[in-house]
């Protein structure tokens, strides 16, 4: 597996992964209904660096990553991470997340934080656990599941 910065020409690659993500509603805070373009303006956001897992020149994974918050907060990361339905369990997302936290180390971050992670999302939970991620808050019914109504999200934070 190779982890690139992508560039326009994965806008399909991208959106085919992000695509049923979105649509399942389950672990994204964006709207179910996006369009197409829609999704791709917010994952190709200006401020956004994007990079995608390949195998074999498939795109497998995507995630971004940026700043959490401008000014005195500048100096944490944040990142999105969605890994091809075909591919999950397959390490793509441990892979990824170590990516990133090697790149922002780099360019200078000295934190990451996850600003909303589904407490139902289990496996990310989990993952994010593994990797050094502390839970720092919880906020009650944060997020409308749409298969077992509210509950709650995870702030996890861990420093570089």
């Known amino acids: 597996m190779t982890i690139r910065t992508a ?5 399909d690659a991208i959106w085919s992964i992000v695509e049923p993500i979105l ?15 829609d999704a791709l303006s917010y994952w190709f956001s200006p401020d956004y660096e994007v990079f ?4 074999d020149e498939l795109v497998i994974g995507t995630y971004y990553l940026h700043a959490n918050h401008r000014g ?7 990142c999105g991470y969605m890994t091809a339905p075909d591919s999950v ?3 793509v997302a441990t892979a990824m997340c170590q990516h990133s936290l090697r790149h922002a180390a780099a360019r200078g971050f000295r934190a990451m934080q996850f ?3 589904v407490s139902t999302n289990k496996r990310a939970v989990k993952l ?13 019914h944060g997020f409308e599941h ?5 509950v709650d999200t995870l702030v996890m934070h861990r420093s570089l």
Do not use: K
């Open 23 to 37: 649509r399942a509603g389950e672990t994204y805070a964006l709207p179910r209904d996006w369009s197409r373009s």
């Open 7 to 11: 560039t326009f020409a994965d806008a």
């Open 52 to 55: 995608v897992a390949e195998t």
């Open 146 to 150: 749409p298969i077992v109504g509210f």
């Open 89 to 91: 369990g397959q390490g």
């Open 115 to 117: 600003n909303c992670v």
């Open 72 to 78: 005195g907060g500048a100096h944490v990361a944040n």
């Open 128 to 140: 994010w656990r593994h990797l050094g991620f502390d839970v720092v808050g919880t906020i009650p």
